[in-house]
């Protein structure tokens, strides 16, 4: 199976986003996965350092949805999207983790952080802590 299929079942099966989200997108390895036009990937030019964002982390013992893939195709996950109150948006933007009530239908590990309708980024959930997935460079002070 190649990394690019792993990437569509890992995304299925964590966070329900059907591959058919990323038709009219291309998915591109270079060590982990990117996401870019079609055009982009496409475009013929002798040296690149990037093409579009990065979607997927990949490691040895799995996947990473990043930061920046989730606030673009967070809003078609079907599970294990937690959504955090008024009270603790402040909280999670500072990089603090966050202790919540168990929660039905989501399982340990990574999550999708949801405040109302935005996707603010990916924590840990584990034993009713979401341990914050912050980059420190999106955090507030």
Known sequence: MSLVNATFNF????????EEVFEDYALVEDKDIWVCSKMARDFNMKFWKRRG???VRVFKKGFKFTTAGMQIFGRYATKNVVYIKDDELDRFLKGENIKIEPMEG??????????KDDVIGSAI???GMLKNQLPKGRRIR
């Open 106 to 115: 989501v399982e340990e590990g990574q999550v999708i952080v949801k405040y």
């Open 11 to 18: 995304l299925y099966e964590r966070f329900g986003i059907r």
């Open 53 to 55: 964002i990065r979607l």
């Open 125 to 127: 959930y584990k034993k």
